[in-house]
C-alpha cells in the first residue's frame, strides 16, 4: 500500500486528539471509534461505556497498519514502542526493523534494518530511547542489549547476567527472556524484564533486571523479582516518573485466545535478588508489589473483530506499550499488538486513559 494512501486513510480517521479511529484499507480490519455518542449521550455516559475498569478507559483502536508494508518492509511484528526526542513514535519490529511512525496518525515516516555485530537478524524485543537519541534493544536469542545509533549502527553493547543467559550458559529458557524495556525518571537506570521464569525459579516468578549508568556506560546493578498470574507472561515495562511501573502480563490459549491484564507495580522497597540463585518464595524476598489496574477483556469491544476465538474481540497478541502523555488527571498510553505476520492475528493500536 503507498504511503500517501496510508497517510490520508489516517489523517482522515484520527484528527480528534482524543480518538484513535480510522478507516484501514482494503485488507484491514474495521476500525472503530470512541466518537459515536449522540447529541442524547450525556458526558457520564460516554466515560462509562468507555470504561476497562475503574482506573482504566479505551480511547479507541486502529487496524489500519494492519498487512500494510512501507518502502518494501511488511509493517507489523511490533514487539514495543517507544517515544522519540522529537516527539515521534518508534516502533520496534521482532524481525529486525525500527519504524519511525508519526504520533498522531501513525503513519510510518522511516524504517531502519537492524543486525548483531555479525549482519545477523535479530529477536528484536525491547526498546528504550536514551536522552542522546540512541536505541537501546533487547534481543530474546541470547539475550542480548546493545545501543545503536539513529541510523542502526551497534555502538557498544550492555552485560547481562550469567543466570539470565539462554541455556546451557544460562538458566534462561530460549524465547523466554528479555521482552520489555524502560528508562526510569532520571535516565540514570535502565530495567529490562524477562517474560518467563527462569529454570530452578518458581513458576510464574520473572526477574527484573537492572543497569545503573557510570561513567557514561551502563553497568549492572540491582535485581528484583515480580510475580505474574498463572499461565502469564511480561512482554512490557514502562517506568511512570515516580518510579513505579506500568507491566503488562499476557498469555494465550489455543481456542480461547489472549489474555491482557495492565498492572501497576512498586519494585522501590523489593528484595534485590541478584545474589539469590533460586527464587522459591522463601521468606526474606519480598517481590515487587502490584495492583491491577485492569484486564482488557473488560474494555468495550467498539465493533472489533478477530480472526480467531478471542474471549473479547477487541483482544490480541498485545505486547508493545508506551506512555505518550498526561490529560486531564490520566496517563494517555499506547498499546500495539504483534500480529506474527499471521493472516489471523491483527496489528492493532490501543490509546488506553490510566488513572494511577
Given at each position: 500500500m ?17 480518538t484513535?479511529?480510522?478507516a484501514?484499507?482494503?485488507?484491514a ?42 518502502e518494501?518492509?511488511?509493517?507489523g ?13 518508534a ?11 508519526d ?6 515516516r ?31 536469542t ?6 545503536y ?6 555502538l ?13 550458559a ?10 520489555g ?47 505474574a498470574?498463572?499461565g502469564?507472561?511480561v ?36 528484595t ?24 482488557i ?10 480472526e480467531?476465538?478471542?474471549p ?28 506474527n ?14 488513572r494511577?
Amino acid at each position: 500500500m503507498r504511503l500517501r494512501t496510508v497517510l490520508a486513510t489516517l489523517t482522515a480517521g484520527l484528527a480528534a486528539a482524543t480518538t484513535l479511529t480510522a478507516a484501514g484499507p482494503a485488507n484491514a480490519h474495521p476500525a472503530t471509534s470512541t466518537a459515536t455518542s449522540t447529541a442524547t449521550n450525556t458526558a457520564t455516559n460516554t466515560a462509562t461505556s468507555n470504561a476497562c475498569s475503574p482506573a482504566v478507559s479505551l480511547d479507541g483502536f486502529s487496524d489500519a497498519l494492519d498487512k500494510t508494508t512501507f518502502e518494501g518492509t511488511f509493517v507489523g511484528n511490533f514487539s514495543a514502542l517507544a517515544l522519540d526526542r522529537d516527539g515521534s513514535l518508534a516502533a520496534l519490529s521482532d524481525r529486525s526493523s525500527l519504524f519511525g511512525l508519526d504520533a498522531k496518525t501513525l503513519a510510518p515516516r522511516s524504517v531502519v534494518p537492524l543486525a548483531d555485530e555479525s549482519g545477523a537478524a535479530l529477536d528484536s524485543e525491547g526498546l528504550a530511547i536514551d536522552g542522546d537519541g540512541t536505541r537501546l534493544i533487547t534481543s530474546e536469542t541470547e539475550p542480548s542489549i546493545r545501543r545503536y545509533s539513529r541510523d542502526g549502527r551497534i555502538l557498544d553493547r550492555l552485560p547481562v547476567p550469567s543466570s539470565l543467559l539462554v541455556a546451557p550458559a544460562g538458566r534462561a529458557t530460549s524465547n523466554q527472556t528479555f521482552e520489555g524495556l524502560t528508562l526510569l525518571p532520571g535516565g540514570r537506570t535502565l530495567l529490562a524484564s524477562m517474560e518467563y521464569a527462569l529454570s530452578g525459579d518458581s513458576t510464574g516468578i520473572v526477574r527484573f533486571q537492572t543497569w545503573r549508568r557510570q561513567h557514561g556506560r551502563f553497568a549492572l546493578s540491582a535485581q528484583y523479582a515480580y510475580r505474574a498470574d498463572s499461565g502469564l507472561g511480561v512482554p512490557e515495562v514502562q517506568a511512570l516518573p515516580d518510579g513505579r511501573l506500568l507491566v503488562l502480563e499476557r498469555g494465550f490459549t489455543s481456542g480461547v485466545g489472549n489474555t491482557v491484564r495492565l498492572y501497576l507495580a512498586d519494585p522501590r522497597h523489593a528484595t534485590d535478588t541478584g545474589g539469590t540463585a533460586n527464587l522459591t518464595g522463601q521468606d526474606g524476598v519480598r517481590l515487587v508489589k502490584k495492583t491491577l489496574l485492569a484486564d482488557i477483556v473488560n474494555c468495550p469491544s467498539r465493533g472489533a473483530t478477530a480472526e480467531q476465538p478471542q474471549p473479547n474481540p477487541l483482544l490480541d497478541n498485545i505486547e508493545g506499550m508506551v506512555i505518550t502523555g498526561r490529560a486531564k488527571g490520566r496517563l494517555e498510553v499506547l498499546l500495539v499488538s504483534d500480529d506474527n505476520q499471521n493472516a489471523a492475528q491483527t496489528t492493532r493500536f490501543y490509546r488506553l486513559r490510566v488513572r494511577v
